[in-house]
Structures are given as structure tokens and as C-alpha cells.
């Protein structure tokens, strides 16, 4: 018949030939999982046309079965499938007692034994989170029986054994689950009272709740919570006590070993009468019990005589701000004729737009692609060619390359056109140098420091920064305006010798600006903008007066 009739039958196809199949006969209401074989999430679910609803079940989450769960299931995603049959457990052959809920000790060994152990097959293969649970750990699995050497806090969860059954020639996995939690060893130490302390006093207000908490410690101890409660004693007698009152407990597990227990009895209203009774929280385990007492104390208002409290409190108010305001006054008067004072800045009754100050930087030390700033006195060849080299400036890469002294000169006097004070070139000579400084600060609308660490160790750069300093206390005019010049200099290290203490304080406060070197030509750009707007804002005007430069290039050339 076969023979003739297999061309009518549909052929099975290559998928169709390499399904899984497999029958799972679980206990009903007892957890059941299905293995995940592959990382993809598979669901599960019961072949239509039985009449039933549809149900589904995820691989690899738990849940717990019911009758209705039998039946036929096919898993997506998966070429398996697979039967289901839930069993009650009146029908099982044992009658013998089943430990399916387990409790054990952790830093003990512990025995999991599979359901069923006298009634059915020994050899079991035991799985956790769809794992063998001797995999990664010690543990011993013989005879139906799961040993495991030492228990951790980790070992808690469902513990699956599967028994494979033959009946009427269909290979049936029995599975069955066990609830395993690991609990702390019990550590024989009665409690702890956290708050209060013991004969502790509390301020309430008369009239007003009050609420009284006591916080316990206590080792864990299975099947037992530590007791806290509240008692008040009648004028201090231990023996006529009267419980209190409480809100339910609060318990959480502080730590793993641990069980904290906050206890609270709230008096509704404190009277008179409250202030001779004492509170005692006891707190009891299995190991013993601890107390601790509490008497209440009426708040006393203080009510400062105006007469007395108002001229106190304006007193400490004036001197507090007068210490402030000594301690403060150079940073103050700084921030006040730099940021608000405008003095009059005519270009008739200055002689220069700006006094740059700096010092030199060897054209042979390179850091970061740019020229470092040293404390030579005098410019070298290569850098005086620069000084007088008729090139027009630009923000290409080789013109950001150049010692910073050279390109802000070049950009402040030939492109921009302020009349530029430069020591080394118009200083007369033979005179006092500290007269000399002190006569171009006053000759002078601004006075622009290119500051580096090289600097700040100069004995005369530093002079000439601390004479503007000096200047701007005295008068509006010139204004003082800081660049740094490298990444180290912001941060204020003492160099050595130290830096005087009214330049210490006049670099937190005095207008500054960062020319971070060795960057691209758009740092540099971006640095002028910023120059120029400061400028700008400080009322300092480029007007050439071709006479009085003329004179000066002509003084230059003699010297």
C-alpha cells in the first residue's frame, strides 16, 4: 500500500525531517523552564486547532504550570518542538514525603536531593538558569542527590533534575523543581541598639507630636525577626511600665548577615506630665536582649532683648564685613578701577596707545611648534630681522610660528596702528631704569604684559608689571591687561623666588586673556578678536600722530 500510494502523500521536507522532539511531564503548580539552545530569544507556543487558548512559553523564564498548560508547542526560531503534560501530584507512584523547598546554611556544605528519590530512577541530570551547576563551582552529583561542598549567598534559586521515563515506547524528561535559600550561619550575638544611646535626652515642644525611634541591628536567625519594643515608665519606675503605642516595624537587610529594625511610637501630643515619665526601647532575638532609655526635655525659647540682640548682631555684622573688606581692599580696588572707573583717555595727553612688556624668547627653543619666552635682556639677529622684516602679516601657519613678543608687536603697530611704548627700543639712555619705567607707564593709555613662567621669574619684568599695579591704584589710567602665554602659567606656580604678594593678588583679579601657542593659525585669529574687543572696551584708541612717531623712529635710528 505504501508502495502504490506514497505519490499521493505529500514528501516530508529537509526542515520538516530534522525537527526535535520532545515530551516534558512536569507536577502541577511546581516551576517549569524551557532550555535555551541558542542566544536567540525563543518563544514557544501551543499548536493551534486543539480548542484551547493560546499559551506561550519563553525560553529560558521560569513559570509555574497549571493543568491547562498541556499540549503541543512549537518553538520559533528553533527547529524543535515539544509536548507538555502536567501531572497532579496525587498521581505520582511515591507517597513518600518530598522536599521541593530547601533551606541552607551558608559556609556549610548542603545536600539538594531531586523529588522522588525512593520511588524513582537515581540518575538525574540537575540544571540552574538552564545550567549544569557543577560547571564553575564544587560540587558532587551522585545518586540522585546534589551535594554542594560549600554554600554561598549565591547558590539561592529553582534547581531543575530531569529523569528520563520510557512508557509505551515514548521517551518522556520528568522534570521536576526545587527551591533552594541560602540563608547566613546563625551567629549567636544578641542585639544591637543603634539610636538612642542609653539615658539619652530629647527636646520636644509642648503641644507638639513627638516621635520616638529606635533603630536595632540584629544577626539573621531563620524564621524569626528581632522584637523592638516601645515601654514608658510613671515617674521613673522600671517596674510599672505601659507599651506604648507603635507603627509597624521597618525591616530591611542592611547587609547579607544583617537585619536592621526601625521601631517608631509617636506621642500625639507632649504634655507637662511626659516630662517625668522615661521612655525604654527594648529590642529582644534568640540570643539575649538589650534596652536603652530616654527622658524628655522641654525646649526653652531664646528671646534676645531688642535693646540688646539687635546692636549685638549689627556689631558682629560691621565687623565681619569690615575683616572682608581688609583682607579683600587690593582685590576690590583693582576690580573697581579696571571693570568701572572710566578716566579720561585723550590721545593728546598720552603719548603711547600701549606699553608692551616682555621678555625675549630664543628663536633655537621650540615647544609645541611655537617660540618659548625666556628672560634674555635683548632680542637676538634672527628675531630683529623679524622686527624690521616689511612683510605683510597674515594668519597662515609660518606667521603663527613666530616668537609671540614679535607677532603681537607686528599686529598692534603696523596693522592695527597704536602708537607701541617698547622699553628696549625707547628708553633714553643712561638714565635710571626704575625712573624710566615708572615715566612710560605714565606716558602711556595701557600696559599689556605677555606673561609666561620665564617672566614671572624676570626681576624686571616683574618690576614693570608691579609699577602698572601701582599705577592703576593710584590713578584710572593706564590700564592693565594680562596674556598669557602658556599652559602652566595659569596655574599660579610660586616660581623661585617667590612672586611679591601685590602681584600674587593682582594676577587673580586683573583682565587676562589665554594665547595658547603652537596652535593652529584659527587659535591665533580667534586670540586677536578677543584682543582687539578688550582694547576696544577699555577705551583705548589706535590714532596714529605721524609727527610724534616719525620723531621716534628717528630717535630709534639715532640710538
Not at 39 to 54: F, L, M
Not at 228 to 239: E, L, S, T
Not at 335 to 340: G, V
Not at 373 to 382: A, D, F, H, V, Y
Amino acid at each position: 500500500m505504501e508502495g502504490c500510494c506514497m505519490d499521493n502523500h505529500p514528501k516530508k521536507t529537509a526542515l520538516q525531517q530534522n525537527i526535535t522532539r520532545t515530551h516534558f511531564r512536569v507536577v502541577k503548580g511546581e516551576t517549569f523552564l524551557i532550555p535555551c539552545n541558542n542566544t536567540h530569544k525563543v518563544v514557544c507556543s501551543r499548536v493551534e486547532g486543539e480548542g484551547k487558548e493560546s499559551l506561550s512559553f519563553d525560553c529560558g523564564r521560569q513559570q509555574s504550570t497549571e493543568e491547562k498548560h498541556s499540549g503541543n508547542y512549537t518553538c520559533l526560531l528553533s527547529d524543535s518542538e515539544f509536548h507538555l503534560q502536567v501531572v497532579e501530584k496525587t498521581s505520582l507512584l511515591c507517597s513518600e514525603p518530598e522536599e521541593t523547598q530547601l533551606t541552607l546554611e551558608v559556609a556549610k556544605g548542603g545536600k539538594i536531593p531531586c523529588p522522588g528519590l525512593s520511588c524513582y530512577s537515581r540518575h538525574v541530570l540537575w540544571y540552574k538558569n538552564n545550567k549544569d551547576p557543577c560547571e564553575k563551582r564544587a560540587c558532587d552529583n551522585r545518586n540522585g542527590v546534589l551535594t554542594l561542598l560549600t554554600v554561598s549567598e549565591h547558590d539561592s534559586g529553582v534547581y531543575f533534575c530531569d529523569r528520563q521515563i520510557t512508557e509505551q515506547g515514548v521517551m518522556w524528561t520528568f522534570r521536576r523543581a526545587v527551591h533552594v535559600q541560602s540563608i547566613p550561619r546563625s551567629n549567636p550575638v544578641g542585639p544591637r541598639i543603634l539610636y538612642p544611646a542609653d539615658n539619652m535626652t530629647e527636646i520636644v515642644e509642648l503641644g507638639q507630636n513627638h516621635t520616638l525611634r529606635c533603630k536595632v541591628d540584629s544577626p539573621f536567625v531563620k524564621d524569626f525577626l528581632p522584637k523592638v519594643q516601645w515601654y514608658m515608665n510613671y515617674n521613673g519606675n522600671i517596674k510599672n511600665m505601659t507599651e506604648l503605642p507603635m507603627e509597624s516595624p521597618e525591616v530591611r537587610h542592611h547587609q547579607y548577615e544583617i537585619i536592621t529594625v526601625l521601631q517608631k511610637a509617636i506621642i500625639t501630643e507632649v504634655t507637662s506630665l511626659h516630662l517625668n515619665h522615661t521612655y525604654t526601647c527594648i529590642a529582644r532575638n534568640t540570643f539575649g536582649n538589650k534596652s536603652a532609655t530616654v527622658k524628655l526635655k522641654e525646649k526653652i525659647e531664646v528671646n534676645w532683648p531688642s535693646l540688646v540682640g539687635y546692636p549685638i548682631a549689627s556689631f558682629l555684622l560691621v565687623a565681619g564685613l569690615g575683616i572682608v573688606l581688609r583682607v579683600k581692599w587690593l582685590e576690590l580696588q583693582l576690580i573697581y578701577r579696571t571693570h568701572f572707573q572710566r578716566g579720561k583717555l585723550n590721545g593728546d595727553e598720552k603719548e603711547f596707545d600701549v606699553l608692551l612688556s616682555y621678555v625675549w624668547s630664543p628663536p633655537s627653543a621650540e615647544v609645541e611648534g611655537g617660540l618659548t619666552l625666556s628672560s634674555t635682556s635683548r632680542p637676538s639677529t634672527e628675531v630683529k630681522s623679524c622686527l624690521s622684516s616689511p612683510e605683510p602679516l597674515n594668519m597662515e601657519e609660518g606667521n603663527t610660528q613666530r616668537a609671540p613678543e614679535v607677532l603681537l608687536r607686528q599686529v598692534l603697530e603696523d596693522q592695527w596702528g597704536y602708537r607701541l611704548c617698547l622699553l628696549e627700543r625707547d628708553m633714553v639712555p643712561g638714565e635710571a631704569y626704575t625712573n624710566d619705567v615708572v615715566h612710560a607707564i605714565q606716558r602711556s593709555k595701557m600696559l599689556i604684559c605677555l606673561l609666561s613662567d620665564d617672566y614671572l621669574s624676570n626681576n624686571d619684568a616683574l618690576f614693570v608689571l608691579e609699577s602698572g599695579v601701582q599705577a592703576l591704584l593710584q590713578n584710572s589710567a593706564p590700564k592693565v591687561l594680562l596674556i598669557w602665554t602658556s599652559r602652566t602659567s595659569t596655574s599660579l606656580i610660586q616660581p623661585d623666588p617667590p612672586l611679591p604678594s601685590m602681584v600674587q593678588r593682582a594676577l587673580k583679579v586683573l583682565p587676562s586673556l589665554n594665547w595658547t601657542l603652537g596652535k593652529p593659525a584659527r587659535a591665533t585669529s580667534n586670540f586677536l578678536r578677543s584682543l582687539r574687543k578688550a582694547l576696544a572696551n577699555h577705551r583705548v584708541e589706535a590714532r596714529s600722530n605721524q609727527i610724534v612717531w616719525q620723531k621716534h623712529q628717528s630717535s630709534h635710528s639715532f640710538k
